[in-house]
């Protein structure tokens, strides 16, 4: 019989057929050439630190137009929006910041979802969720706007958001996997939302009212669902 050491000091009994693990887990056994994993852990909150739109100036025109830029909180649904190009309107986009301080660092994160409520649509068009390089909460609604319209696409050319309905949920892919383990450090993590495309037309206006966490009742609040194994 050999002795072996788990890190918490407690012993792990080695014989030719099977191995011991006491305490750490509970006593169990594992048989000579098998292997055990742990099982993942999962967090989930439906309480964003800060979810919000930002949008441009009131222009006519076939792209979006520039600033003044202006962000805003506390409303219970904002529009995702694309203006009609003969309408003085604004382009809008949205996003979602979250506080995930109680993840361990250096996590391996496995799968990100994103859940979320959308109230109505009018000429709805696919979603592009992106990465945000910038903590939202405290930066302008120019800066955020920006980093909306140049990170990363987790989720390209979507069409769960162009359809209203309760309890959406979206799978952000493994960029977006990639990025949670690398913000563990800062405690936040964010994601944009805009139309795939932004280009305006003299047709429609295209508008996706979506439901906010200030929104009682609504069916979820934006929610994010991190599966992770600690270290």
């Not at 919000?52 to 006519?60: D, H, Q």
């Not at 792209?63 to 309408?87: F, H, M, N, Q």
């Not at 958001?161 to 949920?169: D, H, I, P």
Request: glycine share 6%; with cysteine; charged share 20%.
């Amino acid at each position: 019989m050999f002795l072996g050491c788990l890190l918490n000091t407690n012993p792990v009994i080695f014989n030719p057929t099977n191995y011991l693990l006491p305490d750490l887990f509970g006593d169990f056994s594992v048989n000579a050439g098998a292997s055990f994993a742990v099982d993942p852990d999962t967090f989930t909150s439906s309480n964003p630190t800060e979810d919000g739109r930002v949008n441009t100036a009131s222009a006519t025109g076939t792209a979006c137009p520039g600033g003044p830029y202006e962000k805003a909180t506390t409303s219970g649904i904002e529009t995702l929006r694309v203006a009609d190009s003969d309408l003085s309107n604004t382009c809008n986009r949205l996003y979602f910041q979250w506080d995930i301080t109680s993840i361990t660092d250096g996590s391996d994160v496995t799968n990100t979802v994103y859940k979320f409520d959308i109230s109505s649509v009018t000429a709805g068009e696919n979603c592009a969720y992106t990465e945000m390089n910038t903590e939202p909460s405290p930066a302008t609604a120019e800066t955020i706007w920006t980093d909306i319209g140049d990170g990363t696409v987790f989720a390209p050319n979507d069409a769960t958001c162009k359809v209203a309905g309760n309890s959406k949920e979206l799978d952000l892919g493994t960029n977006a996997d990639a990025d949670v383990e690398a913000q563990l450090t800062s405690n936040w993590w964010a994601v944009g939302v805009k139309f795939e495309s932004e280009a305006r037309d003299a047709t429609n206006t295209h508008e996706i009212n979506w439901e906010m966490e200030e929104n009682v009742g609504v069916t979820p609040a934006p929610t994010l669902e991190i599966t992770y194994t600690p270290p």
